[in-house]
């Protein structure tokens, strides 16, 4: 299991099983996670100055951007490598 060190997703207590082995990352390494990334290129291109009245529409947009980025495989390319 691969965790950020995000102060905010520090759990006191967390039981791990005996088969799985946690490997943390630094709190900010958009480096070690390019997803990140994404996520801020489809915020800045399908949010820009735009709130959702409810999850519905967050859904509604993200279903018509997502596969324009991902259309777009030079731009993921350059964004996640």
């Given amino acids: 299991m691969i965790v950020d060190g995000a102060s ?3 759990a006191k207590a967390l039981l791990v099983p005996e088969n ?7 709190a900010y390494s958009p480096q070690l996670n390019p997803q ?11 949010f820009p100055n ?3 009245a409810d999850m519905t529409g967050v859904l509604r947009q993200l279903e018509q951007g997502l596969p324009r980025l991902a ?3 030079e731009r993921v390319r350059s964004i996640a490598a």
């Fill in 71 to 73: 259309a777009d495989t």
């Fill in 50 to 52: 735009r709130v959702c």
């Fill in 36 to 46: 990140e990334d994404l996520w801020d290129e489809l915020h800045e291109n399908e």
């Fill in 8 to 10: 905010s997703r520090v």
């Fill in 20 to 26: 799985i082995r946690r490997h943390r990352l630094p």
